[in-house]
């Protein structure tokens, strides 16, 4: 596609529920991204995929959250028993290499809001 | 670790002026590189303008120019001839040259333009 794509724009989950959100990069980009966003805050790492192999899952703030890219395209984040705190917004990034000077794509994210 | 401020939570600006958005990072590192960020409502992070720590010139995009003055662990961003469509949150964001891929970035600062 054109851009990154991320689905869906806007979640609401209960606390305990199990959330899914999906990141569809631009075609042949290798790295992908997931930064989390809090309100009135810069984002903040989570993990780096090259193709589908994850290389950095450091950001994960719990073992709550998953991350998977199996075919080295779509990725999906997942978080398992959401809490408050897990409130945020999710940004996708993708770039075509790992490559200091090749500039990111992000995705317009998913504002995911736990009640 | 590194660490990027952005000590100005809010600017304002006349439209059709100039205004500089502040931005002071630590690091020991010596090769790296710095970007500035916009983000609209939209949410989607839109690259503006990147500097590479080795080059002395300072970059420019159109009216987007930074003053990157290395010793003092300084990047600002400069927008002249402000434009309603600038209004947004602007982030500043380092990167190693190191590693291929985290961004570490400010709190951000939202920019409002008075018509």
């Known amino acids: 596609g054109a851009g990154v794509s991320q689905s869906p724009r806007y979640k609401v989950a209960k606390r305990g529920q199990d959330v899914a959100l999906r990141c569809d990069p631009i075609?042949?980009?290798?790295?992908l991204f997931w930064y989390q966003q809090a309100l009135g805050q810069g984002p903040e790492f989570l993990t780096y995929f090259q193709n589908e192999a994850q290389l950095d899952k450091s950001g994960l703030p719990s073992d709550r959250f998953f991350a998977e890219r199996p075919e080295g395209s779509v990725s999906t984040l997942k978080i398992q028993r959401t809490q408050q705190e897990d409130s945020a917004v999710y940004l996708c990034?993708?770039?075509?290499?790992?490559?200091?000077?090749?500039?990111?794509?992000f995705g317009s994210g998913t504002r995911l809001t736990v009640v | 670790a590194q660490t990027v401020t952005q000590s100005q939570p809010e600017m304002s600006v006349q439209e059709a002026e100039t205004v500089t958005l502040s931005c002071t990072y630590d690091?020991?590192?010596?090769?790296?590189?710095l970007f500035w960020y916009k983000q609209p409502p939209s949410r989607q992070m839109i690259l503006v303008i990147r500097?590479?720590?080795?080059k002395q010139q300072n970059a420019t995009e159109n009216r987007f120019s930074v003053n990157f003055q290395k010793a003092a662990k300084s990047f600002s961003l400069k927008i002249s001839d402000s434009q309603l469509g600038d209004a947004a949150m602007y982030f500043c964001?380092?990167?190693?040259?190191?590693?291929?891929?985290?961004?570490?970035w400010g709190a951000g600062t939202k920019l409002i333009i008075k018509p």
């Open positions: 075609s042949g980009h290798v790295s």
């Open positions: 964001a380092y990167r190693s040259a190191r590693s291929n891929y985290q961004l570490i």
């Open positions: 690091t020991s590192e010596s090769d790296y590189y």
């Open positions: 500097q590479e720590a080795y």
């Open positions: 990034a993708s770039s075509l290499a790992g490559a200091p000077n090749y500039g990111y794509t």
